[in-house]
């Protein structure tokens, strides 16, 4: 039945085998002399590492164990992982047993034993984190990858039921997502309480908070999506709520945007954002978040006020250049395309976005490795072996709703209902690659269309062949299934898919998802998802550790071809445009019926409207949604193509709290890592068009460091990156975007950069600092050598740090590390009686700050300083 035992992996690859996947020992003081473990080498909450080494003595609770690179560590047992299975053959064998035992016979189960076990060997299927993690290594683990739960009841009770169920799913090693938009927004009336709502996006600032505390099946920390609706009254504070720094940085954000409001956009036209009418005698028994459907109910809805869409529109596009969050779905497109379209609406997607579900729905994945089928003596792709594995593979992830222990009520019979399944695909890249094929050309989109058409027909005839054994799922009503969006192209091309769904029925409601697989691929070894590789040679801070990595596909060209360049088949993310990350994205997701995590690399220099138009093509291509990463738009990130100082050197640059919780979308699977330490390639100023020959334009890549200050308007961030060793360029991160403060802030930075990188006198940066320095206004933050001014004199101080003042650098240094855990708040001002004159809101931005009783108090948000 199972091959040998002899398959080996090895650095990085072992270490996420141990980690995440590997049947674990609870009982660590079971550890004995010869046991391979995972020793915690560095206890560190946000970039700990730990290494894989065989335990050679024991005394008592203290081991010592020799790594795999040959250091012999001490430690005790309270610091290892201990598995019961050491290499992936013994998962394997696991695995194919776990999901044959749910076959009708033991003939059956013999049967499919063999044949899921010859589909996982060689990884040629690799099962999602949660099955390898879960099948028959504990019933309280659950084999789906992530969950969408219920829209929260407009309750207290409510908000504190989801955030329970929340806890259990993330507990058990599941992601959520949660669609806020059935929660009141800021200011409501709470009539039961005679108060005033806190608004939707504080309430997920519970959730994001929450989800930073829970730890998932021991490996990593929980996932989380928070998605709003275009209609709700709370959309612009949940797009920029990052860009205010604590209230939620343990999720990913995306909003819900529907066809109407993208005519709004294309057209200029005002856009209502509005809530139900709380005050309707049915609103506590029938409002559910679904506004469709109470309108159709004929309820009444509340207009809070009105905006212009494209003014909605570019703070989305704004924020995602800035932060690379929110992404979009296009959430009505995908319900017109969705297979339950006629009997259960999408209101949310997983938190890599790849999964879009109702409520209750779950996502279960497994990708087949595509660099395995490529036919070497053909130069093509091996599609007979390639259409069987699909085909096994179809059933196996069937199987695995029948297999997996249920832990709510709920959520079994909605998924048995619909018997949701998610087969994808990693290893893209690499067999792209080897069939010579460079990604994003003319050429890749015909074989792209090809490729994903062969596989999905082959699934959708394999779901229908299980239906005809064992029956399809109980909300199948062929007609209606077959008018979907997707069902429509799918029997446009391929005919047999309709004769075989009316003969035979279906067993899935959907079969395809692509989802990123970035532990899972890393492991493998192969490009991850369906993106090109981020770099042929990079780095990755991840919560196993810091590590170099290399393609080996990349190596062994430049081995057997020494002192030639790459083919320019060998494309990285970064060497494609956006747009052709796009239309890659476009052209797979006509064979995905669920979605697709893609994310569009961006040059750190992409600007606002070229972000904007990708947008728009996403839309207009027939995309369910859209996320770009703008090189260098976070001041950490998970992958780099340049070696990071170590945390020590990094802790003098405090990075945003914005990048905390990095995007589930990015080319390393969102959750599956941490991110990096700052010192990373930082966005610039945007670049004037003409310069006259005394100004030094910006090369492609600078580097420097970003400094935390505390400022009377908020924190701080300071990004100074250095030409010829001479900082040149100064960006700076200050309040709300769309705020005075932000503006203005933003504005400095680029006139600073100008002057810096204009004409070559040596002292410019020393005059730059005095004109700065001292500049003041109604306010001050902290004492002595510590007080800020202004954030014009905290950008002097960032400059003395930055070209090593001595007294002056050691306060401002002091400043930006201990600030980063109490910073300081007094403020030195004199309050004065009556109403002075309006300043500039540190908390919204908007000039309503009044000195009102002695304190400073904004007439808009409420924002007090005294408080």
């Not at 960032?798 to 708040?825: C, D, K, Y």
């Amino acid at each position: 039945m199972g091959a040998a035992q002899t398959t080996r992996l090895e650095g990085l690859s072992e270490k996420i085998f141990l980690d995440r996947y590997a049947m674990k020992d609870a009982d660590t003081s079971n550890a004995k002399v010869g046991d391979v473990v995972l020793v915690l080498t560095k206890d560190d909450p946000k970039f700990p590492a730990k290494e894989v080494g065989e335990i050679i003595s024991r005394e008592g609770r203290n081991v010592t164990v020799k790594l795999r690179r040959g250091e012999v560590v001490e430690s005790t047992i309270e610091k290892l992982t201990l598995t019961k299975e050491s290499t992936p053959d013994q998962m394997w064998d696991r695995l194919a047993g776990a999901m044959a035992s749910v076959e009708a016979t033991p003939e059956k189960q013999r049967e499919w034993e063999e044949k899921f076990r010859y589909i996982l060997d060689d990884w040629k299927l690799v099962p999602g984190g949660r099955i390898a993690a879960g099948a028959d290594a504990s019933d309280e683990l659950t084999l789906f990858n992530c969950y969408v739960i219920p829209s929260p009841h407009d309750s207290r009770g409510g908000i504190m039921n989801t955030l329970s169920e929340m806890t259990e799913i993330m507990s058990r090693g599941g992601g959520v997502g949660i669609n806020l938009s059935s929660l009141r927004p800021r200011r409501a009336v709470v009539k039961g309480v005679n108060g005033s709502s806190s608004g939707a996006v504080s309430w997920g600032g519970l959730f994001s908070y929450t989800t930073g505390l829970i730890e998932q099946g021991g490996s990593r920390r929980g996932a989380l999506m928070l998605m709003i609706n275009d209609w709700h009254p709370d959309l612009l504070d949940f797009i920029t709520v990052k860009q205010t720094m604590g209230q939620i940085t343990n999720a990913n954000l995306s909003v819900c945007v529907s066809n109407d409001f993208m005519k709004a956009v294309k057209e200029d036209l005002e856009w209502p954002l509005v809530f139900p009418d709380t005050n309707d005698p049915d609103y506590n028994d029938v409002w559910d978040g679904d506004l469709k459907k109470w309108k159709e109910a004929g309820k009444q809805v509340k207009e809070y006020r009105t905006v212009r869409a494209r003014e909605v529109w570019h703070t989305i596009i704004e924020s995602a250049w800035k932060s690379a969050e929110p992404g979009v779905v296009f959430i009505e497109y995908y319900n017109e395309m969705s297979n339950s379209w006629y009997f259960n609406p999408i209101i949310c997607t997983n938190p890599c976005g790849e999964q879009g579900l109702p409520a209750w729905g779950v996502c279960n994945l497994s990708a087949i490795n595509l660099s395995k089928f490529y036919d070497e003596a053909n130069d093509d792709v091996a599609w007979e072996e390639l259409g069987k594995v699909v085909r096994y593979s179809t059933r196996f992830l069937d199987n695995v709703i029948d297999k997996t222990p249920y832990h709510f009520p709920e959520n079994e019979r909605n998924q048995k209902g619909e018997r949701r399944i998610g087969l994808g695909s990693m290893g893209l890249a690499e067999l792209m690659i080897k069939l010579k094929i460079r990604y994003g050309s003319p050429e890749s989109m015909e074989f792209l269309d090809k490729l994903y058409g062969f596989m999905a027909k082959e699934a959708y005839l394999a779901s229908a062949e299980i239906a005809e054994e064992k029956g399809a799922f109980p909300q199948f009503i062929a007609d209606k299934f077959l008018q979907s969006g997707f069902m429509k192209n799918m029997i446009a091309v391929y005919p047999e898919v309709e004769e075989a769904i009316r003969n035979k029925g279906m067993r899935n409601v959907t079969v395809i998802t692509q989802a990123p697989t970035g532990s899972t691929g890393t492991m493998v070894g192969t490009s991850t998802g369906i993106e090109p590789y981020f770099a042929f040679e990079y780095f990755r801070q991840s919560r196993l550790g810091y590590d170099k990595q290399y393609v080996p596909i990349a190596q062994e060209w430049k081995d057997s071809h020494p002192n030639e360049e790459l083919p320019d088949y060998f494309v990285t993310a970064m060497d494609l445009s956006a747009e052709d990350h796009i239309r890659v994205q476009a052209a797979i997701q006509r064979w995905v019926d669920s979605s697709i995590s893609k994310t569009a690399n961006c040059p750190a220099d992409f600007t606002v409207e070229e972000t904007k138009e990708l947008y728009e093509l996403a839309f207009d291509l027939g995309c369910k949604g859209v996320t770009i990463y703008r090189d260098g738009s976070r001041d950490v990130q998970v992958l780099s193509t340049d070696k990071k100082e170590d945390k020590a050197k990094a802790d003098s640059t405090a990075s945003s709290e914005a990048g905390a919780s990095a995007a589930a979308q990015t080319a390393a699977g969102g959750n599956d890592a941490a991110v990096l330490p700052s010192l990373s390639v930082t966005a610039a100023a945007v670049e004037p068009k003409v310069f006259d020959k005394q100004y030094k334009s910006r090369p492609q890549v600078l580097r420097g460091a970003t400094y935390k200050i505390n400022t009377p308007f908020g924190m701080a961030y300071i990004t100074i990156n250095d030409l010829d060793g001479i900082p040149s360029e100064i960006f700076l991160n200050v309040g709300k975007a769309g705020s005075d403060v932000f503006a203005m802030s933003e504005a400095l930075g680029r006139v600073c950069s100008l002057f810096l990188r204009y004409g070559d006198h040596g002292n410019k940066v020393s005059l730059l600092i005095k004109h700065l320095k001292g500049i003041g206004g109604s306010g001050a933050i902290g004492f002595g050598v510590n007080r800020v001014e202004s954030i014009a004199d905290a950008v002097a101080k960032a400059l003395e740090t930055h070209i090593g003042s001595t007294a002056e650098q050691e306060m401002a240094t002091t400043s930006a590390q201990v600030n980063e855990e109490a910073p300081v708040t007094a403020s030195l001002e004199i309050p004065m009686p009556g109403v002075s004159s309006k300043d500039i809101c540190p908390s919204c931005g908007s000039v309503a700050l009044l000195n009102v009783e002695g304190c400073k108090t904004c007439s808009n948000c409420g924002y007090s300083k005294c408080s």
